[in-house]
């Protein structure tokens, strides 16, 4: 009491700065805390928020789910085409990435991908023809995510495309994705000329038959150890993915030459064809996260967010606890252009590789590759600072995924919407940029977050389904 | 004026801590510098050293073999024998690492290894009658440095064992090594039994022609701009190899898909070997890190260390501007032991491997590292000092060789023995740590540091040699 009295007041100040002026104005000290309202300061969310916070439904809901997440195991157990493996695929229907969107609303990028991949499936055999079909409703456009699977920009996932099989040992959940097609003119940038859809013709003829072969040879390949061994080595296994490329293609050799089934010409241009592309894995990367995040989805009251996708025009994020989309307006993107690219030139986020930092890496991870700045710019002093905040707003740390350069802690892992919401944290993701015009292709690559707007509908929803007290 | 008189005296304390008793007695604050007297105190060579300091003959040589050094362009050209490639390979002799040493002084493993390169020639059927031929002196026992080469641990290259041809491009000289034999029971820990000499046999037979056929084929490699990238994928090239080793693994396969001279046996063979061995890259970055080494080598009056190796027993390192060794007695090694072994077992420092320490890669280069920390020891943080106190005693930072984690500055290049005795700050190496018997193999690795010895008996040799001041 008496050093209160006797001593100078050490001053927090909380709210406008202007409020610490007097204090400083008498040479005084004051330090202004960085905080705003929760909410954005909306008043009828910010108490939707309140009335979650600490809540013993959501609390427990939150342990279950972020348990199953945790314990996830996602395992590589095959290659098929998405026809035979992913789940309701008969006829003519194209998955696409992000949450739902109907075709005339689709970015360019997104459209162009669709009429690449009707060309692809032989449904038309011009891109006016395949246009017709699909304006007419004939070609069904369902959202990736609602089939269990994932996709990289457009995302689009056809029936006759080979799709990688990960299969959570754990909880017994399987996701799908698409195979990475390497970089310049390709279907999920929207490219669609002849030399892309024969690219997809042999990734369906000759890339997915003898991965199938060699993956089963193999007896499958657990993907958590295989990422966890890349973020040692500058990977965050979603615009970085050199390292993990690597050692799967080392993997894959070694099965080709041991295997007596694939033949000598399969085995070259498959094994030619990962050796140049660097981001090879990053697909097996976000079927592996799907696989963990699925594990925990559909736990009721649950707050843990087990999606974040976008399909250009919206950003949608999906919650344990509610069966449905909640969405904003896509981001544009903070981000280092390709020379002769600018920002006019960027279509808005896209894609559902945010999957990866739902799962706790990506933009999340960007602490274990400085080398990643390079790319999405900023500095390495801002990755591992992107990696600290995220921690305020997850609810804990993995320790299957250890980040070296922060002394071996675990990734910030378990998206809590309702800490987004209290914190205004927004979930950082490192992205690839799409030209805004199919088939341009990529133009550069950055930095975007989460829109706010996304978790306040959720709490909103989450808590309005809350048992009322007594 | 006024402000020293009004206000409280800031004070440095240089020299004893004891000499800031009386100020912090009074009240008073002074912060103690972190400062010895040069050369450990040693008024004769603190003298010589005094003498070199700004000597502009030393400053002007050490311009020129720096810049040499810069300038190397170590390229992988060929695979050769070594009886072919290596020069002065002539009847019975063998070459081991670190300076000169008769066979009666070496370590153990160096002598075990030595047994089994004697067996791998067959000069001798048992190992009896290897050890009665080179007691009698009817082997050759010379150091890899005297014949441009360098080896890892004991280092033994005899004369059909394959070798990697290193060519610096830009000055021409060239560099050798012997290729990694992978972990366990191998030759550099000394061991020699049957399953040794057959691999080494294999190698000899059929991992020797097979990369001297695919190197042919590619052309040849450059093996700096491999190495930078390994350095943004966490290795520092010289105890962490994993991401060269793939990086490595890829071209090679790469090449072998396309090669119609190699065998399918072969490939499949020589690539399953490579595949198994995270640190199959270590005797390539050996010989780059020579080959960029001895392009400085040479320069008069040059104060540039161009070499620092140990045999078990002794420690020398070389200088640009002598032909001679600086030795002093090698040191034991704070590390980490593999599990049933520790201190009491271990070899003392060996092997050529310090070339890379002296190339600015390996220790020097621990903070690109961070996850070698937990095969050496320490933090990650450590890792990071280790390379920032380094830049204490290196003429400069090498811009082909940037560290991601500290803003991507190069890494310290180029150790300057009069700055090593000035500061008492000693090159930072890591290491494997050898049993001491022959055979056993490794028991852990970590870190050591070269001794001042061998810089101060450089600095007094080459204070002597400079111009006497008229």
Known sequence: ????????????????????????????????????????????????????????HIEAANRIAYERYLGAQPVLTGVSTAREAVPGMEGRIILHSGPPI????????????????????????????????????????????????????????????????????????????????????????????????????????????????????????????????????????????????????????????????????????????IAGNDHFFLNLSMAACKAMLDAAHGVPHSTLVTAMARNGVEFGIRVSGADRWFTAPAPIIDGLFFPGFGPADAARDLGDSAITETAGVGG???????????????????????????????????????????????????IDARRVLDTGILPVINTGIAHKEAGVGQVGAGITYAPLACFAQAIDTLAASLPREQ
Not at 22 to 40: F, K, V, Y
Not at 198 to 217: D, H, K, Q
Not at 386 to 412: E, V, Y
Request: with cysteine; net charge negative.
């Open 1 to 56: 009491m008496t050093t209160l009295i006797e001593s100078k007041p050490i001053v927090i100040n909380v709210g406008l700065a202007s409020f610490a002026q007097n204090i400083h104005d008498c040479g005084g000290a004051a330090q202004t805390l960085q905080w705003q309202p929760p909410a954005e300061g909306d008043r009828r969310i910010g108490l939707a928020l309140a009335h979650t916070i600490n809540d013993p």
């Open 102 to 273: 109907a075709w005339q609303d689709m970015c360019g990028p997104q459209q162009g991908a669709v009429l690449g991949a009707i060309l692809f499936e032989g449904w038309a055999d011009s891109l006016d023809e395949a246009r017709t079909q699909v304006e007419r409703g004939e070609v069904r456009l369902e959202p990736c995510h609602h089939h269990g699977a994932v996709g990289p920009m457009a995302g689009i996932i056809s029936p006759s495309m080979p799709v990688w099989i990960v299969k959570n040992a754990t909880g017994g959940n399987v996701a799908y994705t698409n195979m990475n097609e390497g970089l310049g003119k390709v279907l999920r940038f929207g490219a669609n000329g002849s030399e892309v859809i024969e690219r997809l013709r042999w990734m369906a003829r000759t890339l997915g038959p003898t991965l199938a072969t060699l993956v089963e040879e193999m007896g499958g390949l657990e993907l958590k150890p295989l990422m966890a061994q890349a973020l040692h080595m500058g990977d965050e296994v979603h615009n970085r993915n050199v390292a993990a490329s690597c050692l799967l293609f080392r993997k894959l050799t070694n099965a080709a030459l041991a295997s007596r089934r694939v033949t000598p010409d399969a085995v070259r241009e498959v094994l030619s064809f």
């Open 364 to 414: 999340f991870a960007m602490g274990a590759s400085p080398a990643i700045v390079q790319f999405v710019g900023g500095t390495p002093r801002d990755a591992v600072a992107n990696t600290r905040r995220m921690l305020n707003i997850t609810l804990g740390q993995n320790s299957a995924f250890t980040l070296p350069a922060l002394d071996f802690t675990g990734t910030p892992a378990g």
